[in-house]
């Protein structure tokens, strides 16, 4: 295994484990275990826990927009048909578990927020991004007449986006996927679908 890879590992290690556990419950140690990394080389790749949770975090959004692009990217599919499976996908993947999602901006937004201001740059930035491109979908919607948002395309994305946020908390607390039905069915009106 590369250098690469191995630093790689870790962090796909980590985002799963912190998916579960959340930041604050996961140790280093527990981490570097389960990517089977001696425990002792952990400053070979991160400088510190802050900067281990900020690559962390990259490498995450740099896997989830891709994984967006891939699935707006589809030709000849009408924009609000790609942008309703992306909210359904999102439905899905918040909804397993309780509820308990694999959401790294959900898991970790107000809990590293405040403790970390490397690690809150980074959700800051992976969030833009992440509505840059579904505003970039409405734009797309509206140019082919599939949707009809009805304001401005930025204003709108932002709004559902951080719909979608709030209902992935509440169904985690409530553990019941209630609230990101919901959302599903407001993005549907919002957009003009229904």
Known sequence: MT?????????DVAQATVARKGWAAVGINEVLTAAGVPKGSFYHWFSSKDAFGEAMLRSYFTTYLAEMDA??????VPAAERLMAYWRNWRDDQGIGDCQGKCLAVKLGAEVADLSEPMRLALKEGTTAIIDRIQRMIEAGASDGSLDAGGDAREVAETLYEMWVGASVLAKIRRDPGPLDSALAATSRILRLA
């Open 71 to 76: 699935l707006f990217a589809r030709p000849g």
């Open 3 to 11: 250098a690469s890879d191995t630093r790689q590992t870790i962090l």
